[in-house]
């Protein structure tokens, strides 16, 4: 079993829509959940992140995690055309554990 | 305004050449990466670097190498081992621990002809 599982889609929605997007993972160690959107031909930028179990919200956006089901989710409301990138999930160990294991991302289009 | 820089932002490389790959950041970040991302298959780490004249083979090392002479540098070179080169390469940086996560740079897009 990998590491992140996350499915890569892609996935198209109308504005406006809300998007759910999910990743699994197998590491119990993992204590922070980070969110990075990636433009095409562009790197990553930290989204948001969460550390544990519970929901923190941005703005139109959303993280939850489940550690009881490792389990990762990311909701995005009143989804704009602007949103329209790829999404990776990006569970890390606490403590002086630096490297990040990414999942391959799912890639949303939010049609106007 | 800190930051990574990666340059060039397009490379060519013909086959049997060696090519370095440029990544700055003036962060103070201590910790550097570099990911090769190509469709379908997510970011993978090829090397990483924790401290000045420390570095580690990540997930698929084979055919590139590195240098972490100062901490504010970390070039990849991509040699004629690789043997399937042509990709997008992103560095990253971290300056925590596992709250902070990585500030990536804006990539090199590089091209075997």
């Known amino acids: 079993q990998k590491e992140v599982e996350q499915d890569p889609g892609p996935l198209s929605v109308p504005e406006g829509a809300i998007v759910s997007l999910n990743c699994t993972y197998s590491?119990?160690?993992?204590?922070?959940f980070m969110w990075y959107r990636q433009y095409s031909r562009k790197g990553p930028e930290l989204l948001m992140y969460?550390?544990?179990?519970g929901n923190k919200e941005d703005g139109r956006f959303t993280a939850q995690v489940d550690k009881s089901s490792k389990y990762i989710s990311l909701f995005i409301r009143d989804s704009q055309p602007s949103d329209s990138a790829t999404y990776l999930c990006?569970?890390?160990?606490?403590?002086?554990?630096?490297?990040?294991?990414f999942g391959k991302g799912t890639l949303l289009t939010v049609n106007p | 305004d800190g930051g990574i820089t990666q340059s060039p932002k397009y490379l060519f490389r013909k086959e049997g050449q060696n090519v370095t790959l440029s990544c700055e950041q003036n962060?103070?970040?201590?910790?550097m990466y570099w990911y090769r991302q190509d469709p379908g298959q997510g970011l993978r780490l090829i090397y990483y670097?924790?401290?000045?004249?420390?570095?580690q083979k990540g997930d698929i090392a084979e055919g590139y190498s590195v240098s972490r002479e100062k901490k504010e540098s970390f070039p990849l070179t991509v040699t004629s081992a690789q043997k399937n080169p042509t990709a997008f390469y992103l560095c990253?940086?971290?300056?925590?621990?596992?709250?902070?996560?990585?500030?990536f740079g804006s990539g090199t897009r590089l091209t075997v002809v």
């Open positions: 969460t550390y544990s179990s």
């Open positions: 990253a940086s971290t300056g925590g621990g596992g709250s902070y996560g990585y500030t």
């Open positions: 670097s924790q401290i000045v004249n420390d570095f």
């Open positions: 962060l103070n970040h201590d910790a």
């Open positions: 590491n119990s160690a993992f204590q922070y």
């Open positions: 990006a569970p890390v160990g606490g403590g002086s554990n630096y490297k990040l294991t």
